[in-house]
């Protein structure tokens, strides 16, 4: 049992409320599947690392009130104690393993702890059977797609066996088919027994397995809802709290009409990486331009390696002929533009005015100006752009490829790990982008963001193109079919 | 805090190495393969990494941390094939870096620069196999041209010449740290990573 | 970097199999001994065989073309080094000598720290150093270290990407500038990815004062005992070399 008593908690020296908690009171009877839910930096991340003993051990602040797990205060008890008893699952798969070879990386809680070898093997043995990894022992983690390193990852935990789980966003970075791998694993847990606490914006995959949704509002519990309570809320109640969708099937279909519009052909767009089998096959064919495409389709589906190959970061690869004009890799390189998931990899300078000017091709201190107060960036004009939110460093992002007078942009995911208000703003933006005449490509996995602002959709699989439609009645039909495959 | 090295820092540590490794060698690796560049390879080592250190030195609080770096930085080289030489060499001066850094208290801005100039000085370890090679071809040509042939070549790289090497590495470790400096300043403090 | 990092796994290794610690011991000889300064009498005979002994090792591991790229390089330099030697003179006998010197001691060196990075997993490397009693504060960060070659290497690789689709001439003028481009969103990612590491480590139970266990099978068997023999008697011809009369 778990429990939280008068807990207040803020980072750092100063009294900034951003992230911290006041006040929390929770009781989680052993068993139960609790989710946090509420918007980005309401202090829903804090609650789960204070459950897990990174607070007050790793990220210091000033803390009082106490955690309880299991009879033993959480403050007091050393982090590898903790670890008994408490497994956590985080955010980003990228940076949470340690090890390089799945098969360490599974067995390295252990032997953290020092267990004897034999046993070790054996609950290997077990966990991989449980989580199905046969086909993943043994390989090299940086080979592994997201979803399958956060797999591992619940492996590495599961083997350590823990009362209590906890998840912090576990399925922000995950596509459609891995967030049901994660569900099911989610369930596993639950059907032996576990205590599951899950912090998450996407609430769609948790519908029927949680006991009970937590609301968190500015650091404090704003509301317990139970599961039959919470699935009596509107789409729309739950929209004006900030949260995303729990009933995929409730979500409203856009307001799009129909257009027809521009095409763009593609040729010859076939690549394959160093030594590695061809993973784009695509000898002719159209796809929609001067609109918001968005790009589904499973990860391995090839969505990546067009995208790259469209940017002409690939050098051989394609042509695309648009208006008339033959576009061959490299001109591609200056007349796209990648807004890459990790955007903190594409800016460079110390200032985000200085960001925007270097694309300009003359550099024109008034049209940076006007670019930057388009996108809602005017104010911090000067910050650095390092220090800024995921969603402003995008738009600075942005802001550089209307510079550099790019006229087709790819997304690459803009909404992972982004709570409904974001994800509206993306939204937002991206329709403003488009009315600027420019194109607009996004990658997605989010169904939300698709009926929010995609006109058509092009579906990937197998390095090829397998369909494409725009977003009208029967497109629907498809979107929906591609999404809720297999899904409860 | 206690002044034990917990696992955090242990892993602060391994990531700096790396960061000072990967960047070192991206100089290294370019420059290396043309051999008049040998002397001068230490100097520019020492100026780029200059970066990666100073933003080390704003999460090093406790002794030992720039010892364990020397070691692993010596290790990371032997294991490269370029002889173990850099492992004593950097337990030796990744202490006298430590101590410097200690009287300090971790913060003096110039104990930094110097201490981290004299940790640099472990690179000196990767030269030691460089001249017994020299004295070694000495011996070659002697043996097929006579001394005094032997020694109008040796000329060009004698053995007095590790001194303009370790002065070398040393001046160009403190400009470094100056750039590093510079760097934090102009972006990492801003960003917020110190 | 090379592309060089770990081998992925422990299971597949059915290639020739040497203990890590005999893989460091056979390094250890072979950069001790070709980096010695005497060439004369037996030694020229120890140091073209422990030349080949990379030779030797990558070949059994199926790697046909790099193993014949090795010999074909030293072949080269050795003969000449030779000609360099005997038959060329004044400054160009100097310039062969000079390149062909460090190709010669430093390639075996070289290779054999290839191949025991390519050939070992990280796991196996960190087994063989926590039976060798290597202290902790050794271990974990050497883990650290080889987990991040690859990360380095991957967010090295997107930012290039990000620099490319900004164009060419972005920074191009001032190499000062050029670096920073690089180094500052590196270095920012990294940090940040070593952060949540460390924090998702804890979770895990890393630093508990307890003697970690390793589930990775090594250990000595026949083929580490005659490479093991093979290291002394070489390391034995080179101290004796004086006494050792032909």
């Known amino acids: ?430 329709r403003q982008v488009r009315n600027t005449g420019i194109t607009v490509y996004v990658i997605t996995h989010d169904l939300e963001l698709i009926l929010e602002c995609c006109t058509d959709i092009v579906h990937f699989e197998n390095g090829s193109i397998l369909d494409q439609f725009q977003m009208d009645a029967s497109g629907l039909e498809k979107i929906w079919s591609f999404f809720l495959r297999g899904c409860l | 805090m206690r002044n034990k090295l917990q696992a955090k820092d242990l892993i602060n540590l391994g990531l700096f190495t790396v960061l000072y490794f990967v960047i070192g060698c991206c100089v290294a690796i370019p420059i290396g393969f043309v051999p008049i560049f040998l002397p001068i390879l230490g100097a520019l080592w020492s100026l780029i990494t200059g970066i990666p250190f100073m933003l080390f030195l704003t999460r090093v609080k406790k002794f030992g941390m720039v010892t364990i770096m020397g070691i692993l930085s010596g290790l990371l080289m032997g294991l490269t094939g370029m002889g173990f030489w850099g492992v004593p060499m950097g337990a030796v001066f990744g202490l006298l870096g430590d101590l410097l850094l200690k009287s300090g208290g971790y913060k003096s801005a110039k104990r930094s620069l110097i201490g981290y100039a004299v940790f640099s000085l472990w690179m000196v370890g990767t030269y030691i196999p460089m001249y017994f090679m020299v004295e070694d071809s000495w011996a070659s040509f002697a043996a097929s041209f006579g001394e005094e042939y032997a020694d109008k070549v040796m000329a060009v790289m004698p053995m007095w010449s590790i001194i303009l090497v370790i002065v070398g590495i040393f001046v160009f470790a403190i400009l470094g740290g100056l750039l590093g400096k510079a760097l934090l300043k102009k972006h990492f403090s801003k960003a917020g990573i110190v | 970097m090379n592309g060089v990092s770990f081998s992925e796994t422990t299971e597949k290794g059915k290639r020739i199999l040497l203990d890590p610690r005999t893989k460091l011991f056979l390094l250890l000889t072979i950069t001790t001994l070709m980096f010695s300064t005497s060439n004369e009498g037996i030694m020229n005979i120890v140091k073209p065989c422990l030349s080949l002994v990379p030779f030797v090792l990558i070949l059994s591991e199926r790697r046909f073309r790099a193993a014949g790229k090795y010999l074909l390089l030293y072949a080269v330099c050795f003969v000449l080094e030779r000609i360099a030697l005997t038959v060329l003179s004044g400054l160009l006998s100097f310039l062969v000598l000079a390149v062909t010197s460090i190709m010669t001691r430093f390639a075996p060196g070289i290779m054999t720290g290839a191949w025991l990075i390519s050939s070992t997993s990280v796991s196996e490397f960190i087994g063989a150093a926590e039976r060798m009693h290597v202290t902790e504060k050794i271990v974990i960060p050497m883990s650290v270290i080889f987990r991040f070659f690859p990360t380095i290497s991957e967010e090295y690789q997107a930012i290039q990407d990000a620099m490319k689709m900004r164009g060419i001439r972005f920074g191009g003028k001032n190499p000062l500038l050029m670096m920073e481009y690089r180094l500052v969103p590196l270095m920012v990612s990294v940090v940040k990815i070593g952060d949540e590491l460390s924090a998702a480590a804890l979770t895990r139970g890393l630093g508990a004062p307890v003697r970690r266990t390793n589930v990775c099978q090594i250990g000595f068997r026949f083929q580490d005992v005659f490479a093991t023999i093979f290291c002394i008697l070489c390391f034995i011809l080179f101290l004796f070399q004086k006494q050792i009369i032909f």
């Open chain 1, 1 to 430: 049992m778990i429990r939280i008593d008068h807990v207040t908690f803020s980072y750092g020296e100063e009294n900034e409320s951003a992230g911290g908690v006041q006040d929390i009171n929770l009781n989680i009877e052993d068993g139960q599947f609790i989710v946090l839910c509420g918007e980005s930096g309401c202090g829903k991340t804090t609650i789960t690392r204070l459950i897990n003993g990174l607070i007050p051990h790793y990220y210091e602040g000033k803390m009082n009130g106490e955690v309880w797990v299991n009879g033993a205060k959480i403050s007091e008890q050393p982090l590898y104690d903790t670890a008994k008893t408490v497994g956590s699952v985080f955010q980003n798969p990228r940076s949470q393993f340690f090890n390089v070879d799945t098969t360490s990386e599974i067995t390295f809680g252990c032997e953290n702890l020092g267990q004897p070898k034999q046993g070790i093997r054996e609950r290997l043995e077990k966990t991989v059977r449980n989580f199905r990894l046969e086909k993943l022992m043994g390989r090299n983690i940086f080979h592994l797609s997201g979803g399958e390193k956060q797999k591992i990852a619940c492996a590495g935990v599961s083997i350590m066996e823990p009362d209590v789980l906890v998840m912090d966003e576990p399925s922000s970075n995950l596509d459609a088919s891995s967030i049901l791998d994660l569900r099911a694993t989610l369930a596993f847990w639950k059907s032996q027994g576990k205590t599951i606490i899950v912090s998450e914006h996407r609430l769609y995959y948790l519908r029927g397995l949680a006991d009970c949704f937590i609301y968190i509002t500015a650091g404090q519990v704003e509301k317990d809802y139970s599961a039959a309570e919470f699935e009596q809320l509107t789409e729309r109640q739950r929209a004006d709290m900030g949260l995303r969708t729990f009933i995929l099937e409730d979500l409203l279909p856009p307001e799009t009409s129909p257009q027809t519009g521009k095409q763009m052909e593609l040729h010859n767009f076939c690549f394959a990486y160093k030594n590695e089998p061809e993973t784009l096959h695509i000898s002719k064919d159209k796809i929609p331009a001067n609109r918001i495409v968005g790009i589904i389709g499973n990860n391995g589906a090839g969505k990546s390696t067009f995208s790259r190959c469209f940017c002409g970061l690939e050098k051989r690869c394609g042509e695309v002929i648009w208006n008339g004009r033959t576009y061959r890799p490299k001109d591609r390189l200056n007349t796209c533009y990648m807004v890459m998931q990790e955007v903190n990899h594409q800016l460079f300078t110390e200032t985000v005015l200085d960001e925007v000017r270097i694309s300009m091709e003359d550099e024109n201190q008034e049209w940076a100006e006007e670019i930057l107060s388009s996108l809602d960036l005017g104010d911090i004009k000067d910050r650095h752009p390092m220090s800024l939110s995921g969603g402003q460093k995008q738009r600075v992002a942005i802001a550089s490829a209307i510079a550099s007078k790019r006229s087709i942009l790819f997304f690459d995911e803009p909404t992972s790990g982004l709570d409904y208000k974001h994800m509206k703003e993306v939204a937002n933006v991206l």
